[in-house]
């Protein structure tokens, strides 16, 4: 069974800094990796979906690479700023690509 | 981008009442939908499968006859909480999948059982 951990579970730092979110992993057979953010009393919002194939993807100041091998992921935010707060999910899909499974996500607060 | 919505947005009922939460997909047809519940500073966490037309497959721990799904169509599900408790007060989400299409996610639905 997959398993997707997510690491810091919080986070909190001044605003203009670099940060980096970790997303790891069990099973690494798997099609694509979604990061997501949700912000307080909201739903999703999809970010980056990075596939199998691909290393990494860029939007923005996000960037979100994918080591298969390994099981990870990383979402780096650059130049963080107060309007990024909120919980950044990632997600993997099942073998057949139609469900996902979520980490436990990382609450972000960028002070201003 | 697909549109999906939800309906109510927020709800604030008493023990023991029912309460029905309606997914919609605008735009696409959705030949399944996820129903999610996320707990305050948790994370999602899938409760139920519905294909269009059949039954649904439930998660471990997530009781069928108390959390009713209807998905008759392929724009509409629906997920009833029957006779609701203060520890179903929680943020519930739907997703819509379809083939190519991908998943997508509802704006949610913050329950609170007084």
């Known amino acids: 069974k997959q398993e997707v951990t997510q690491i810091p579970a919080a986070l909190s730092v001044p605003e203009g800094e670099n940060l980096v979110l970790n997303c790891s992993f069990t099973?690494?057979?798997?099609?694509?990796l979604q990061w997501f953010r949700q912000d307080p009393g909201k739903g999703l919002t999809s970010l980056l979906l990075?596939?199998?194939?691909?290393r990494e993807q860029t939007s923005g100041r996000l960037n979100a690479s994918l080591d298969k091998s390994s099981g990870r992921s990383t979402l780096y935010i650059a130049a963080s700023q107060p309007g990024d707060s909120a919980t950044y999910l990632c997600?993997?899909?099942?073998?057949?690509?139609?469900?996902?499974?979520f980490g436990g996500g990382t609450r972000l607060m960028v002070k201003p | 981008g697909a549109v999906v919505s939800q309906h109510p947005s927020w709800v604030i009922c008493k023990s023991g009442t029912s309460v029905k939460i309606e997914c919609r997909s605008l735009?696409?047809?959705?030949?399944?939908m996820f129903w999610y519940r996320q707990f305050p500073k948790q994370s999602l966490m899938l409760m139920a499968t519905?294909?269009?037309?059949?039954?649904?497959?439930?998660e471990q721990g997530v009781e069928k006859d108390k959390f009713l799904i209807n998905h008759a169509s392929l724009t509409l599900s629906t997920l009833t909480v029957t006779s609701a408790h203060p520890e179903d007060s929680s943020f519930y989400i739907c997703?819509?999948?379809?083939?190519?299409?991908?998943?997508?996610f509802g704006p949610g639905t913050r329950l609170t059982v007084l």
């Open positions: 997600a993997v899909p099942n073998n057949a690509g139609n469900m996902l499974t």
């Open positions: 990075i596939q199998s194939s691909q």
């Open positions: 735009d696409f047809q959705a030949t399944t």
């Open positions: 997703s819509p999948s379809g083939p190519q299409i991908g998943q997508y």
């Open positions: 099973d690494s057979a798997i099609y694509n």
């Open positions: 519905s294909n269009e037309g059949s039954k649904a497959t439930y």
